[in-house]
């Protein structure tokens, strides 16, 4: 059989499938099994992801600068308004 062909007879097959057996099941019934479905699919495709290297947030926290005060945002901004003040002071 052609690939053409096997699609359309397994889109056949499938929705012989669903009309027989599927659609007269409960609504409760056909919530579980579309969960189990899914459930699957989403395993099998996390499965079939690249694995991760390494997770970044592994570094969060690690660097250390040599000033206690290195992530003062507040100081940070003193000594940025002491650097511009000191620079228009010396181009004046």
């Known amino acids: 059989m052609m690939a053409h062909q096997e699609a359309i007879f397994m889109a056949v097959s499938v929705q012989e499938l669903y009309q027989q057996a599927v659609r007269p099941l409960p609504e409760s019934e056909r919530l579980t099994l579309a969960a189990l479905i899914l459930q699957e699919i989403s395993q099998s495709a996390r ?3 690249p694995a991760r290297k390494g997770d970044i947030r592994k570094f969060f926290g690690v660097w250390k600068g ?3 005060n290195g992530s003062d945002n507040e100081q940070i901004d003193r000594d940025l308004a002491r650097a511009y003040a000191q620079e228009c002071k010396d181009e004046s």
């Open 66 to 68: 040599g000033d206690a």
């Open 47 to 49: 499965a079939a992801q």
